[in-house]
Nanobody
């Protein structure tokens, strides 16, 4: 049974930083694509950052230069370091995993089978 458990969310002021973690179990982690997504109230879930099985990284434009995705394969853990946070980054952040990933879907929700329950990030101005 695949489990993805996010942690590290919280409330910060604009310009602050947070580091999200996602502990994965029940899948071949090093052979899976892993991604971070977010969903704000009233909005669709959107891809933020992803890393494929070969370590190639993708970011949405608004995350480039501010967010860094990384992973520790020995711990089966995915991270998202978020710096220079803005109020528009406020959302529930989700971790996703896909063992049979398609590179062109790494930032698309339909590219992932497994999802965590999310961790809330709130950025105040």
């Amino acid at each position: 049974q695949v489990q993805l458990v996010e942690s590290g969310g919280g409330s910060v002021q604009s310009g602050g930083s947070l580091r999200l973690s996602c502990a994965a179990s029940g899948l071949a982690y090093s052979r899976s694509c892993m991604g971070w997504f977010r969903q704000a109230p009233g909005n669709q879930r959107e891809g933020v950052a992803a890393i494929d099985r070969d370590g190639r990284i993708s970011y949405r434009d608004s995350a480039k230069g501010r967010f860094t995705i990384s992973q520790d394969n020995a711990k089966n853990t995915l991270y998202l370091q978020m710096n220079s946070l803005k109020p528009e980054d406020t959302a529930m952040y989700y971790c996703a995993a896909e063992p049979d990933c398609k590179l062109y879907l790494v930032l698309r929700t339909r590219g992932y089978t497994y999802w965590g329950l999310g961790t809330q990030v709130t950025v105040s101005s």
